[in-house]
Nanobody
Framework: QVLLVESGGGLVQPGGSLRLSCAAS????????IAWFRQALGTEREGVSC???????????YYADSVKGRFTISRDNAKNTVYLQMDSLNHEDTAVYYC?????????????????????WGQGTQVTVSS
């Protein structure tokens, strides 16, 4: 069984922080490029951040301009989990956040904004930034 499960979403005030987790079962995340996407109501899904495979690539990270300096993606291969640390959150960050795994492209640098390239998706976790 191949599963990706997101957790860690919730309600946070502007300027606050959350850490999202993406736990994998059925395969090892270290051999996949992993990305975080988000989708707000009435909008298209957009790429937020990705990390390249550490098993067969260099593990480099990439970020959308809108979150650079505020969000950090990281891996814990021993736990088969990828995290997204989100700081300085604002209202525009409100969305359902999804993690996704790319089974074909180990380096995600060219695919952060291409959700159709990702093969496995989690169910999503809601992040709401509100005062």
């Amino acid at each position: 069984q191949v599963l990706l499960v997101e957790s860690g979403g919730g309600l946070v005030q502007p300027g606050g922080s959350l850490r999202l987790s993406c736990a994998a079962s059925g395969f090892g995340l270290d051999y996949y490029a992993i990305a975080w996407f988000r989708q707000a109501l009435g909008t298209e899904r957009e790429g937020v951040s990705c990390v390249s495979s550490t098993g067969n690539s260099d593990g480099r990270t990439y970020y959308a301009d809108s979150v650079k300096g505020r969000f950090t993606i990281s891996r814990d291969n021993a736990k088969n989990t990828v995290y997204l640390q989100m700081d300085s959150l604002n209202h525009e960050d409100t969305a359902v956040y999804y993690c996704a795994a790319d089974a074909e492209h180990y380096d995600c640098s060219g695919y952060l904004s291409v959700p159709s390239e990702y093969d496995y998706w989690g169910q999503g976790t809601q992040v709401t930034v509100s005062s």
